[in-house]
């Protein structure tokens, strides 16, 4: 069941990035649907073990940068980590069957994995169906969430503190390479403005709609 998402893929990520995934995706789990205010088995580990998880990776990481002996404590973090986020991910897929309501797929932080194209025509990249901006966990962090798109691509965020009906009010923010990221570092107390488009080889999607934010 794991080969809906892209569990495949996180281990390409370092170690930072992977341990931002793992936050990321148990901030998602706790308002899912099939892990808020269910009974979890023992065998998933769920948001919480997977917030921990992230944060036996950041400490190995740092660990083993000061003590090469350290390297394996490391791998094991991120492999326990990519374990966590996979056995989640399966008890989604179950939980979405037995409810007949394969749109909790979208909502769980994970990317989804995309099936080989059979079709040789490459098609231009559309705009984002989805796109929201909340407030991150720190001050002056925000949480990105685009709708996933087929084949490889990344994800062009820009902000605006101007008016956003003006192109040059617009600054290049963040590219990134999952539909569900985080921007950390952003000027408190200020209303801004975002939009997303999709960069793939095949060519520059349209810009998504605007939303709007006051940054805390």
Same mark, same amino acid.
């Given at each position: 069941?794991?080969?809906?998402?892209?569990?495949?893929?996180?281990?390409?990520?370092?170690?930072?990035?992977?341990? $931002?995934?793992?936050?990321?995706?148990?901030?998602?789990?706790?308002?899912?649907?099939?892990?808020?205010?269910?009974?979890?088995?023992?065998?998933?580990?769920?948001?919480?073990?997977?917030?921990?998880?992230?944060?036996? +990776?950041?400490?190995?990481?740092?660990?083993?940068?000061?003590?090469?002996?350290?390297?394996?404590?490391?791998?094991?973090?991120?492999?326990?980590?990519?374990?966590?986020?996979?056995?989640?991910?399966?008890?989604?897929?179950?939980?979405?069957?037995?409810?007949?309501?394969?749109?909790?797929?979208?909502?769980?932080?994970?990317?989804?994995?995309?099936?080989?194209?059979?079709?040789?025509?490459?098609?231009?990249?559309?705009?984002?169906?989805?796109?929201?901006?909340?407030?991150?966990?720190?001050?002056?962090?925000?949480? +990105?969430?685009?709708?996933?798109?087929?084949?490889?691509?990344?994800?062009?965020?820009?902000?605006?503190?101007?008016?956003?009906?003006?192109?040059?009010?617009?600054?290049?923010?963040?590219?990134?390479?999952?539909?569900?990221?985080?921007?950390?570092?952003?000027?408190?107390?200020?209303?801004?403005?975002?939009?997303?488009?999709?960069?793939?080889?095949?060519? +520059?999607?349209?810009?998504?709609?605007?939303?709007? $934010?006051?940054?805390?």
């Amino acid at each position: 069941m794991s080969e809906v998402f892209d569990i495949q893929g996180l281990k390409d990520l370092g170690d930072g990035d992977l341990a $931002l995934y793992g936050e990321n995706v148990a901030d998602r789990m706790e308002d899912h649907e099939a892990f808020k205010d269910q009974p979890i088995p023992p065998c998933i580990p769920g948001p919480t073990r997977i917030r921990e998880d992230a944060q036996q +990776v950041k400490q190995t990481s740092t660990a083993a940068r000061l003590d090469p002996s350290k390297e394996p404590e490391r791998r094991a973090a991120r492999e326990k980590i990519i374990q966590s986020i996979k056995f989640s991910c399966q008890y989604v897929v179950m939980y979405s069957e037995h409810t007949d309501n394969p749109g909790l797929l979208d909502t769980i932080g994970v990317d989804r994995a995309h099936k080989a194209v059979r079709n040789t025509t490459v098609k231009a990249p559309t705009s984002f169906y989805k796109f929201t901006v909340t407030h991150g966990k720190e001050p002056g962090s925000i949480k +990105v969430h685009v709708s996933s798109w087929d084949g490889k691509g990344s994800v062009d965020l820009q902000i605006c503190f101007g008016n956003p009906g003006l192109e040059e009010s617009w600054q290049p923010l963040k590219i990134a390479h999952y539909c569900n990221f985080t921007v950390e570092g952003l000027e408190t107390a200020r209303r801004a403005y975002f939009r997303a488009r999709l960069l793939k080889d095949a060519g +520059v999607g349209p810009w998504s709609e605007t939303v709007e $934010l006051i940054i805390i």
